[in-house]
């Protein structure tokens, strides 16, 4: 059975790029805000892996993430942050918060799919 990665991304580019970057590899689901994300999941549905941008209106990447890690049902579910605000700090409250990486962008497509087999395959997370 294919693997579910869901991509919560408000740019509409960097959705359809990511999109094309695992298409055929992974069933794709994509929401534009971290409401929809939390609200698909709610919805009995429970991805493998979770990609995030952090700016996001309504709700930004950093609560998100906050959330899915205080969920019990979730919790393990391995997340990627990808985000143009690379500073340290930034990086770091990420993974204190529980994310399992954090890709800067722009970003290298390969770099971003080998990290996402990778996760996926080393999770013994199954939905």
């Not at 409401?35 to 930004?60: F, G, K, R, V």
């Not at 722009?106 to 996760?119: I, Q, S, W």
Request: with cysteine.
């Amino acid at each position: 059975m294919r693997k579910t990665v869901l991509i919560v991304e408000d740019h509409p580019f960097m959705r359809s790029l990511l999109i094309q970057l695992f298409i055929g590899k992974y069933n794709i689901t994509c929401v534009d805000n971290a409401i929809s994300a939390l609200q698909w999941m709610d919805s009995n549905n429970t991805p493998n892996l979770i990609i995030s941008d952090l700016l996001m209106p309504e709700m930004d990447g950093f609560e998100l993430l906050n959330s899915i890690r205080a969920s019990s049902f979730f919790q393990k579910v391995p997340i990627i942050i990808l985000s143009g605000l690379n500073k340290s700090q930034n990086r770091m409250r990420c993974l204190k918060l529980g994310a399992d990486d954090f890709i800067p962008k722009p970003f290298n497509p390969d770099e971003l799919l080998f990290k996402v087999n990778k996760l996926i395959q080393s999770t013994y997370y199954e939905n």
